[in-house]
């Protein structure tokens, strides 16, 4: 079946740097990226769509500046997280969707940010 | 998107069969009914999906009932693998591509 990586899978920074998570498509072409955060015993919550060549679309309360979205690349969409604090500390899971499937969203292994 | 409701969490013995409860009393004619499942500390995973007859693959089965409010996830014979967190997520194909996540069951498999 269809391969999300990310990476790194874990990452630990201090508090006001900046941290960026990679989303890959390893074997087929995604037109559509997502990107999702999850608490600690909670369920997710979507964040941003990212399509190939235009601007994401975030989800209400999500600052857009915080959360910068590229998709350079129809397999590659990274995440950086700007001026992190310890709140920003939680995992990271994007998904991708193929080209041709609209009902299977393959799901990357988390990226775990702890923030000190 | 329309809601759906499970149960916060459920426990089955390893080999036996689990049925997983879903409500969706207000689904629309256009809704997808979908199934992912997490696994401890990784992302999710697509399970099944249908619209109104029964289906079945590998994982699981999907039953669907006749008037589409309700529907229950299927695993024959669970085993400690199976140990996950299951989401009952509604998708209209022709709507936003995004899957919106409720809180799902928390299922429990003892040896």
């Known amino acids: 079946g269809a391969v999300v990586s990310q990476h790194p899978s874990r990452v630990i920074c201090k508090s006001g740097t900046s941290v960026k998570i990679e989303c890959r498509s390893l074997?087929?072409?995604?037109?559509?990226m997502f990107w999702y955060r999850q608490f600690p015993k909670q369920s997710l919550m979507l964040m941003a769509t990212s399509n190939e060549g235009s601007k994401a679309t975030y989800e209400q309360g999500v600052e857009k500046d915080k959360f910068l979205i590229n998709h350079a690349s129809l397999t590659l969409s990274t995440l950086t997280v700007t001026s992190a604090h310890p709140e920003d500390s939680s995992f990271y899971i994007c998904?991708?969707?193929?080209?041709?499937?609209?009902?299977?969203?393959?799901f990357g292994p988390g990226t775990r940010l702890t923030v000190t | 998107d329309a809601k759906t409701t499970q149960p916060n969490s459920m426990e089955s013995n390893e080999e036996e069969p689990v049925h997983l409860p879903c409500n969706h009393s207000?689904?629309?004619?256009?809704?997808?009914i979908h199934w992912y499942r997490q696994l401890p500390s990784q992302g999710p995973e697509y399970v099944i999906h249908?619209?109104?007859s029964n289906v079945n693959n590998r994982m699981a089965s999907l039953a669907i009932a006749e008037d589409r409010k309700s529907s229950t996830l299927i695993l024959h014979r669970a085993t400690l693998r199976d140990a996950a967190v299951y989401y009952c997520i509604l998708r209209d194909p022709q709507g936003a591509q995004k899957l919106v996540f409720g809180q799902g069951t928390r299922l429990t498999i003892n040896p």
């Open positions: 207000t689904i629309s004619g256009t809704d997808y």
């Open positions: 998904s991708a969707r193929g080209i041709g499937g609209w009902y299977e969203q393959y």
């Open positions: 249908g619209l109104t």
């Open positions: 074997d087929f072409q995604a037109t559509t």
